[in-house]
């Protein structure tokens, strides 16, 4: 397996005011094709903004990001959004779906940027449904479903276009245990079963459990690299 995301001398300074704030200070990560990993820190540690920087929603105030060869700290945004389309899967704490879209179309929404026709958008988006168990309730919307579904429709979504690498922050933050353990299992199967490479903020050392291995963030810094 080679490395899919590299990371070297990343820093990450935000402006209040006058003050500035300095949230990553020059971080150095590799991250191997076909990991899991967690990324653990007490609150205002960073662990969010470093997440945010790998799945190209944010850029570095300095150092450089690679992912799958490609500096995407260097693309323009119009440049970058294209690129997260096609390689990233974001799932987040709170499902952001549609509440007037029924389960499928909410998982359709990122296809309607490719060129696929609609039969193959729905093909596609049946597919990703039938991936996380949830082929029975395509037709449901959001508000029919527990949130536990609501979070495996949103994965469904994240994987749709299937991209290499998925960026999930707090998956579980807002679910139930037994839920949470059907989503971190249901990551877990995409990660070994479908070669997904997956970086996951959590604050639950259970949820980490499900990960290959947890880094530790603390003030900015990378302070502990606990291999499994």
């Known amino acids: 397996m080679g490395t899919l995301i590299e990371i070297k001398d990343l820093a990450k300074t935000y402006e209040r005011g ?6 990553l200070h020059h971080v150095n990560l590799g991250i191997a ?13 960073g662990k969010t903004t470093l997440l945010n920087l790998i799945g190209g929603l944010d850029a570095p105030s300095a150092g450089s990001i690679s992912v ?14 294209k690129w997260r389309a096609s390689n990233v899967g974001f799932v987040f704490q709170f499902y952001n779906l549609m ?17 696929l026709s609609a039969a193959q958008r729905r093909k596609n ?7 996380v168990g949830l082929a029975d309730r395509g037709s449901h919307k959001p508000g ?36 949470a353990e059907d989503v ?38 990378l302070v502990e690299q606990a291999m499994a």
């Not at 094709?33 to 540690?45: C, I, K, N, T, Y």
């Not at 509440?99 to 060129?115: D, G, I, Y």
């Not at 988006?125 to 991936?131: H, R």
């Not at 479903?145 to 609501?150: D, E, I, N, V």
């Open 18 to 23: 006058k003050q500035k704030v300095e949230v």
């Open 33 to 45: 094709e076909g990991d899991f990993l967690a990324l653990m820190g007490p609150s205002g540690s």
């Open 144 to 179: 029919e479903l527990s949130g536990g579904q609501q979070q495996r429709v949103a994965i469904a979504r994240a994987i749709v276009s299937d991209p290499e690498l998925l960026v999930c922050d707090e998956p579980t933050g807002d679910l139930d245990r037994q839920s």
């Open 99 to 115: 509440p007037m879209l029924s389960a499928q179309r909410n998982v359709e929404l990122p296809l309607l940027l490719t060129k």
């Open 125 to 131: 988006a049946a597919i990703a449904l039938q991936l």
């Open 184 to 221: 971190l299992g249901l990551l877990q199967q995409l990660n070994r079963e479908h070669g997904k490479t997956i970086v996951m903020v959590t604050h639950d050392p259970k949820a980490a459990e499900y990960a290959s291995h947890t880094l530790h963030l603390d003030k900015g810094t």
């Open 68 to 81: 799958g060869g490609q500096r995407i700290d260097q693309l323009s945004g119009g440049a970058l959004a």
